[in-house]
Nanobody, 114 residues
């Protein structure tokens, strides 16, 4: 069955960095576009970034553009989100998702606070 497992979240000070990982299994990862979403307390879940199957095309929410980088390793069935210059408003649970299918991971908490 499809499994998406996020990791790498934690507590970080403003201006700091984190790298999230998403381990995928149960489907042909290399054929699928993938995405990162996040949901802050009391807010709707929002799209952060997505990456095409080949890793050559990416897109970002305006709020993270220039600070976050999405990438993937099809040989390892892994997707990543490098988050730099983190701000308190980046605090949220971050989820990975297959773009074309309604499968979500369990999420990983990112907290940006001094």
């Amino acid at each position: 069955q499809v499994q998406l497992v996020e990791s790498g979240g934690g507590l970080v000070q403003p201006g700091g960095s984190l790298r999230l990982s998403c381990a995928a299994s149960g489907f042909t990862f290399s054929n699928n576009a993938m995405s990162w979403y996040r949901q802050a307390p009391g807010k709707e879940r929002e799209l952060v970034a997505y990456i095409f199957w080949d890793g050559l095309n990416t897109n970002y929410a305006d709020s993270v553009k220039g600070r976050f980088t999405i990438s993937r390793d099809n040989a390892k069935n892994m997707m990543y989100l490098q988050m730099n210059s983190l701000k308190p408003e980046d605090t949220a649970v971050y989820y990975c998702k297959i773009v074309a299918l309604n499968y979500w991971g369990q999420g990983t908490q990112v907290t940006v606070s001094s």
